[in-house]
């Protein structure tokens, strides 16, 4: 439904919007429809982002030019 | 008598050798008011230490001055250590003084006051100077030792609260004099190649000693320059320093910069299912209420051919429900996990009327849905939210089981 793959911020912006909308009920029933499947798509794939978020952690370190280098992190 | 005559560098020698000789003399500790505290280009401190009776000259060199972790000032009290002996050049006793310690609190405790005092009048503290931390930060620089138990703590509860912030280690030491300088370059080069938009430095806790470098001046400025917000954590809840005050914002140990840092997984779930619920109920409403505007009609006979018109009506509805039901099916393909309760939405839709009479979702005080009486206390305020509507209502008595 949307183009851009929305952030999780940007679809929880997103869905308050929709929300708001659709229980002012003040559409037409088409267009409230619409609002609900791009809502329904963005819980989706915002659910998806809490299921499937993975934790990374990387050291940094001062590189060649000294440009950030990613180092994997060890436990110490 | 023979007299024997003495020149002046002699006798000033003599009394010179007289006073070394004293124990007592070499290794003093004299209490007294600074006076007249004055610090050369040289580095050397002079001053005159003096009760209310009588005075005493006192220097003391650069390499002890610049032990010093507290700035003498004249009125202040002090134990003074060093060594008593003559500068014969003068032909005057003096205190060589090689240590200072305010009387009354520590040295680093004065020395805390006094920085802050400094920093505070210089607007580094001001709360118009800090600045919003993000809500969802993508990527935190975490800049503290990369041994010990703070470090883990926070990737840990970072990881269990947020996982999809991308956590950066730069390590620095925390304790020692290379600490202050490596803490605040690390802080500097966060902000150069702005490698993330939110920092937390600190360190678990430890002696007033150990947790000096986030007094220091330098730690300080890094902190109140950096573009970047900065979550500074040091030490246990009580220990507060100079960088908690310059800091956008204070967490009482690093465990709580981490709660601090990053939204929790299981509140944006239910804030998700919340969305979800109202988006249905609203749609809910609008259908049952098209539903009822379409039987109104059909009541009131009024058109040429009112059962053509209402069965197209009823086919246009059934093509919208069917539609709701497409967009559900979809969200369960993509792997949502609560295909129960949607499923059960679903059928709670069918029958049109039937949500009409009585369909209502529960929240607790924190607007948390409520799913099971083990939620709740007796007691507790919950609000129920209507089809149209809703009424805030306290719970008299739970019961265990099923719904039905």
Not at chain 2, 177 to 201: C, K, M, Q, S, W
Not at chain 2, 367 to 382: C, E, I, N, P, Y
């Amino acid at each position: 439904m949307t183009e851009h793959k929305l952030s999780f911020e940007q679809s929880l912006a997103r869905l308050d919007e929709i929300v708001r909308h659709l229980e002012k009920g003040d559409l037409p029933l088409s267009d409230s429809l619409k609002l609900f499947e791009e809502g329904t798509a963005l819980l989706a794939s915002a659910s998806q982002m809490l299921d499937e978020a993975e934790q990374k952690v990387v050291k940094l370190r001062k590189g060649a030019d000294r440009q950030p280098e990613e180092l994997p992190f060890e436990e110490e | 008598m023979e007299r024997t005559t003495l020149t002046v560098t002699e006798l000033n020698n003599a009394i010179k050798t007289l006073l070394d000789r004293e124990p007592m003399l070499a290794d003093v500790c004299v209490r007294g008011e600074l006076s007249n505290y004055k610090i050369y280009p040289s580095g050397h401190h002079y001053f005159t230490l003096k009760d209310a009776e009588s005075s005493l000259r006192c220097v003391m060199f650069k390499s002890s001055a610049s032990k010093l972790r507290f700035r003498p000032e004249s009125g202040m009290g002090v134990t003074a250590f060093g060594r008593v002996t003559v500068y014969p050049r003068d032909g005057a006793y003096q205190l060589y003084c090689t240590a200072l310690q305010p009387e009354g609190t520590g040295d680093l405790q004065v020395a805390f006051e006094q920085l802050k005092a400094r920093l505070s009048a210089e607007g580094l503290f001001d709360s118009e100077h800090k600045k919003p931390l993000p809500a969802f930060p993508e990527k935190i620089a975490i800049i503290t030792s990369s041994a010990g138990a703070a470090v883990h703590d926070m990737i840990r509860i970072l990881g269990h609260r947020w996982p999809m912030t991308k956590v950066l280690l730069l390590p620095v030491r925390v304790q020692g004099v290379e600490a202050p300088p490596e803490i605040a370059g690390a802080i500097r080069y966060a902000n150069e190649f702005h490698v993330a938009d939110l920092i937390i430095t600190g360190r678990g806790g430890g002696s007033i000693e150990d947790l000096w470098a986030f007094n220091d001046e330098r730690v300080a400025r890094a902190i109140y320059a950096s573009e970047i917000p900065v979550i500074s954590a040091v030490g246990h809840e009580p220990d507060v320093t100079i960088s908690d005050y310059v800091a956008d914002r204070r967490a009482s140990t690093p465990s709580n910069a981490a709660e601090i840092a990053v939204p929790d997984w299981h509140e944006m779930r239910d804030v998700l299912d919340g969305f979800e619920i109202r988006s249905r109920q609203a749609m809910q409403k609008k259908l049952t209420q098209l539903s009822q505007r379409l039987d109104a009609i059909a009541q009131k006979r009024v058109l040429s051919d009112p059962g053509v018109y209402i069965d197209n009506r009823r086919m246009e509805l059934d093509h919208m429900r069917d539609r709701l039901g497409a967009a559900a099916e979809r969200k369960l393909a993509a792997g949502k996990q609560d295909f129960v309760k949607l499923a059960a939405a679903l059928d709670a839709m069918s029958p049109l009327r039937v949500l009409t009479r009585g369909y209502s979702l529960t929240q607790d005080a924190q607007g948390h849905t409520v799913r099971s009486a083990s939620q709740l206390k007796t007691g507790d305020r919950v609000r129920l939210r209507f089809a149209e509507g809703g009424a805030d209502c306290t719970v008299d008595s739970l019961y265990e089981g099923e719904a039905q």
